[in-house]
């Protein structure tokens, strides 16, 4: 965000609020802001205050000292200075106008007719010179409205350097008194010739003409038509005064061989036509003229000599040329295809459906200011350079434009490409002042760049009451928190002085940040640097950040989705556009996740290749390898485990008993030679084996067991693997898991095997030596050890520790003959009696 930048200004405004002045005080341009108070007196009051504390003026000083008026010439401590829409001004324009006119018909008149001018005629030549001469020293005095910034220059070199170079030297030489010079030299002819210079007024009339067809009140097609006949009048006068003055510049005795003096209408002789009446000899010359013009030639007016036919043949010449110009005028009156008329229909259009609304006087003056503006500043129309090719007209824009984009503050250390783009898409436009160009709380939809001009920020509260938040100034721009946030308009933004704005669409302006992401970053991060030096933007912190995580993941997402859908060109044009290729999804996902789970072994090894983490986890613990596992690829298993990738799987013996229970065999191969060990638990302490077993899953078993899963291992309930196959009653599982248990038994040294025998029982009992009836006073105590794999087994071992005869028997406690050990449940009391007994 641009920051107010404090600026010495000088402000004079005139009592009926016509118009104010800012002027700098380097000594620079200075330009001014029209109708200022009238047309925004909503904020005068912020706008005021705010100069007047820029120039440290206090409000409570008299009113006289602050603004002064002189007849509409403002004083800038440099000067008079005159506004052209000032009204005595204008009234001199019309005074003027007159004089011009007058000048323009005469002066051929005076060249042909006249060899010095009678008493009342150099009476009223001399008051004419004598105001065309006031009219030079007022010219060094009206500001102009600048081409190319369209702004009213208020600089005394500006303006007396601008009517120097053009038409000063022609005024002043057209002011000088002719016929009393020409007098003064001895009446030579050579002289006479410089009144043609006074004929550079006629730009005077061309001028008043151009204002008549823009007036909406003056029918257009009568302004035209009066205006295509004061040409080819006054084209016919002067070719008159022509033809008087070629007859006229021969000897007296040679009179007679010319056009008037050979001339004999009926019984009258113009031999001596120097006696004849001043509007006969001018009426018969304006009939030559018309006649030739017209190439109607009747016969009984004709050139003579070789300098009339000389000059006829260049005059006829002249008239096809002015004969087109009338036809094709009146031709394109009659299709209504000029701008002008296209200008003045949508002007009238306006006009109605303003007057159908009931528009206010401020509102109207906007509207109808703003359509001039376009109008007469439409040589930046698009239209213009429709028909060039796209790539010249880039060029044009980056010549006109590049300069004002790029030292943008929010586009610090974007990159040219970047700018390049935006370059390419901006519009230019002006805007009068007391324009508003966005409202507080509006949707935008534009994001506008300052080339030249000033616009006010405006914060404006609920009670109504508004505060300047900061000017805006070339350089700066203004939409930018709107379109990057997408929120509504936090301020308003007004017009100060006549501004000239470049304009890019807010879609245009999101294409260019979806392909730049890079630099879409560095603008939301130089949005966020500037929030210490704006309060407004500081309020906005929290949207922005919010808006710039919203960003991060959307494009997290686009990386992924390109990831995902194998589209390596895509992947490649998001990475090397600014896009992380380590950022996750909502699911910390990252894209070698999605490209493994995928199978995509070129888009695996280009993200490996841009230093990818390859051991990143999701929000579930899984890694790309164990993604790529999952999904059967082994392609891109084997190239991360080449790359050193390591799987990892959080509770590895919970997933390993889930994938046994459903069957899935390739699964669980696939897992255990990337690593995992077979032997892992669940939370039961459940082993894959003790799974497969329970399940009777054969295969499954042998897997496991190839594995080196171990036969040896107890659950939470003191249940090996063995146990559960005996419960399954498979016998292939049993005699599987027996042939494992006596192989994992002979791997192991053999002073370790008694050991490791007794640690595989996975069953113990207690073992009284007495009947469970008998009564209490006759029992001794038993022994605990562990249930060997026979009963046989069992009364041999219970005999000797109880020291009892071999033949005995064990019973329950219910006194019922146990013949099978898998009978017997861990931690069971047993009973070994003699069989007699």
């Not at 898998?822 to 069989?835: C, F, H, R, S, V």
Request: aromatic letters at 10%; glycine letters at 6%; a neutral charge.
């Amino acid at each position: 965000m641009p920051s107010f930048k404090k600026k010495s200004l000088r402000r004079d405004e005139g009592v009926n609020g016509e118009e104010g002045i800012f002027s700098s005080s380097n000594g620079g341009e200075e330009y001014v802001v029209e109708n200022l108070r009238d047309r925004i007196k909503s904020s005068r009051g912020s706008r005021f205050e705010l100069i007047e504390n820029e120039l440290g003026l206090d409000s409570t000083q008299p009113r006289f000292t602050r603004r002064r008026v002189i007849n509409g010439l403002k004083d800038l401590s440099q000067g008079l200075f005159i506004h052209p829409e000032n009204r005595w001004y204008k009234v001199w324009e019309k005074f003027i106008l007159i004089w011009a006119i007058y000048s323009s018909f005469f002066t051929p008149m005076e060249f042909g007719f006249f060899r010095g001018l009678p008493e009342k005629l150099f009476l009223l030549d001399i008051a004419g010179q004598v105001a065309f001469l006031v009219d030079i020293i007022l010219q060094f005095f009206v500001t102009y409205r600048d081409s190319h910034s369209y702004k009213m220059v208020y600089n005394r070199n500006l303006i007396a350097l601008r009517y120097l170079k053009s038409h000063f030297f022609p005024d002043l030489l057209a002011c000088m008194p002719w016929d009393i010079i020409y007098k003064a030299v001895g009446r030579k002819e050579e002289v006479r010739y410089l009144l043609w210079i006074r004929l550079t007024r006629v730009r005077k009339v061309t001028a008043f003409f151009q204002k008549m067809e823009k007036d909406i009140r003056i029918n257009y097609l009568f302004t035209r038509i009066v205006k295509l006949i004061a040409v080819e009048l006054y084209c016919t006068h002067t070719a008159a005064c022509i033809f008087y003055y070629l007859a006229t510049t021969l000897p007296e005795e040679k009179e007679g061989y010319t056009w008037i003096g050979s001339l004999k209408l009926g019984d009258y002789s113009y031999s001596r036509f120097r006696e004849i009446d001043l509007w006969k000899r001018y009426t018969t010359s304006l009939y030559f003229a018309i006649v030739t013009m017209a190439t109607v030639g009747y016969g009984d007016i004709h050139a003579v000599n070789l300098r009339e036919m000389i000059f006829i043949m260049i005059y006829v010449s002249f008239d096809m040329i002015l004969g087109a110009y009338l036809i094709g005028n009146m031709t394109a009156l009659i299709v209504k295809g000029s701008k002008t008329e296209r200008y003045r229909d949508k002007m009238t259009d306006l006009i109605k459906y303003m007057n159908r609304n009931r528009l206010g006087k401020e509102l109207r003056n906007q509207i109808k200011g703003h359509l001039r503006l376009q109008y007469e500043s439409s040589y930046t129309d698009a239209a213009v350079l429709q028909d060039i090719p796209i790539s010249i007209r880039a060029q044009i824009s980056q010549s006109l434009y590049k300069s004002y984009v790029e030292n943008v503050p929010l586009f610090k250390g974007c990159s040219s490409d970047f700018i390049s783009q935006i370059v390419t898409r901006v519009h230019e436009e002006f805007f009068l002042p007391g324009e508003v160009i966005m409202e507080q709380g509006s949707a935008v939809d534009q994001l506008y760049f300052v080339c030249h001009g000033v616009l006010e920020e405006v914060g404006i509260a609920e009670d109504g009451s508004e505060d300047t938040v900061s000017l805006l100034e070339p350089s700066s721009l203004f939409g930018e928190i709107s379109i990057l946030c997408n929120i509504p308009q936090p301020y308003t933004v007004r017009v100060c002085e006549l501004c000239r704005l470049l304009r890019i669409d807010k879609q245009s302006f999101s294409n260019i940040l979806e392909i730049y992401f890079h630099d879409g970053r560095r603008v939301l991060t130089n949005l966020l640097e500037g929030k210490e030096s704006n309060l407004r933007v500081k309020q906005l912190e929290s949207d922005i950040a919010f808006h710039i995580g919203k960003q991060e993941a959307e494009l997290a997402l686009r990386v992924n989705n390109a990831a995902y859908y194998g589209d390596l060109h895509q992947l490649k044009s998001l990475i090397r556009s600014g896009a992380d290729p380590n950022k996750k999804d909502y699911d910390g996902r990252s894209a070698l996740h999605l490209a493994a789970s995928r199978g995509y072994e070129d888009i695996t090894l280009f993200l490996i290749q841009e230093g990818v983490d390859i051991n990143a986890e999701d929000n579930f613990g899984n890694t790309p390898l164990f993604e790529a596992i999952k999904s059967g690829q082994d392609r891109v298993t084997s190239l991360l485990s080449k790359e050193g990738a390591l799987l990892k799987i959080e509770n590895a013996g919970s997933f390993l008993c889930t994938v046994v229970s459903r069957g899935d065999t390739d699964l669980v191969r696939r897992v255990l030679s990337n690593g995992i060990d077979p032997n892992s638990k669940d939370y039961d302490h459940r082993t894959p084996l003790h799974i497969a077993a329970s399940q009777g899953l054969f295969l499954m078993a042998k897997l496991l067991l190839e594995a080196g899963a171990s036969v040896f291992s107890k659950d939470r309930y003191g249940n090996t693997p063995m146990d559960e196959g005996r419960i399954c009653g498979n016998k292939n599982m049993i005699t599987l898991l027996e042939e494992a248990k006596m192989a994992q038994l002979s791997e192991v040294p053999h002073s370790s095997q008694e050991l490791i025998a007794d640690k595989i029982h996975s069953k113990k009992c207690t073992v009284f030596p007495f009947h469970p009836w008998r009564p209490a006073e006759g029992r001794r105590h038993g022994v605990v050890m562990w249930v060997p794999n026979t009963m046989e087994e069992l009364i041999k071992a219970a005999s000797e520790k109880l020291e009892l005869p071999e033949g005995s028997c064990i019973l329950s406690e219910d006194g019922g003959k146990i013949l099978e050990v898998d009978i017997i449940t861990d931690g069971e009391k047993l009973y070994m009696i003699n069989e007699t007994d």
